[in-house]
Each structure stands twice: as structure tokens, then as C-alpha cells.
């Protein structure tokens, strides 16, 4: 029983964009400090993406500096991730993590709620 629930997922060209979202349906993400994180096959997941409880706080991995932005918007109790610039290293099932207190932003030892995850291809 997923607690999170990503959306947003799918195929893109090389140099794309999406939006990836995500969800709790059965409490308030106003309490939790989120991530993304993301595991293409063959890999280790990595963490792609962290947010403070007040979304004054971000970190994110070297690889998406620059392209990917992590924000909440609390009220609608939601999590999004905006992908520009879509490589096709990007190619992973993406998690949103969520937890009351993150010691490592983006270890996922951290974080103890996860979602079941969304697909995301990238080709040219």
C-alpha cells in the first residue's frame, strides 16, 4: 500500500521536459521533508532531489544541477519535480521519499515513506 503516488512519467525526446508529481493521499506532506530519487537498470537508486519542510531549502545531485527543479506547493498537499533538458542518462523510475526529518538529504536511508515510482524514457 503505496502511501506516495508519483505521476507524470513518460516517454520524451532527447532534450524534452516533463513534470513529475507526486502525492499522499492519507496525510499532510506540510509535516515532511521530501526527495526524488531515481533508478535506471542495472544501477543503484541515487538521489536526484531534496526540499525543506517550508521549500526554502533545496539540494540536488551534480548531475541534474541546472535542468531540474525541485518545489511543493503544501496547500494541494503535492510534490513536483520539473525536467528540462532530458538526457537520455535520465532514463529511470523516479520516486518521490518523504520522511519527518532527513538526516542526509539524498541518501535514501533518510527517508522512510516511498512511492511505487514513474517511469521515465528518454530517446532520440
Known amino acids: 500500500q503505496a502511501q506516495l503516488v508519483e505521476s507524470g512519467g513518460g516517454s520524451v525526446q532527447v532534450g524534452g521536459s516533463l513534470r513529475l508529481a507526486c502525492a499522499a493521499s492519507e496525510y499532510p506532506l506540510s509535516t515532511k521533508a521530501m526527495g526524488w530519487f531515481r533508478q535506471a537498470p542495472g544501477k543503484e537508486r541515487e538521489g536526484v532531489a531534496h526540499?525543506?519542510?517550508?521549500?526554502?531549502?533545496?539540494k540536488y545531485a551534480s548531475s541534474v544541477k541546472g535542468r531540474f527543479t525541485i518545489s511543493r506547493d503544501n496547500a494541494k498537499n503535492t510534490l513536483y519535480l520539473q525536467m528540462n533538458s532530458l538526457k537520455q542518462e535520465d532514463t529511470a523510475m523516479y520516486y518521490c521519499?518523504?520522511?519527518?526529518?532527513?538526516?542526509?538529504?539524498?541518501?535514501?536511508?533518510?527517508?522512510?515513506?516511498w512511492g511505487r515510482g514513474t517511469q521515465v524514457i528518454v530517446s532520440s
Open positions: 521519499a518523504a520522511d519527518i526529518r532527513v538526516m542526509s538529504p539524498l541518501s535514501e536511508a533518510a527517508y522512510l515513506y
Open positions: 526540499i525543506n519542510i517550508g521549500g526554502e531549502i533545496t
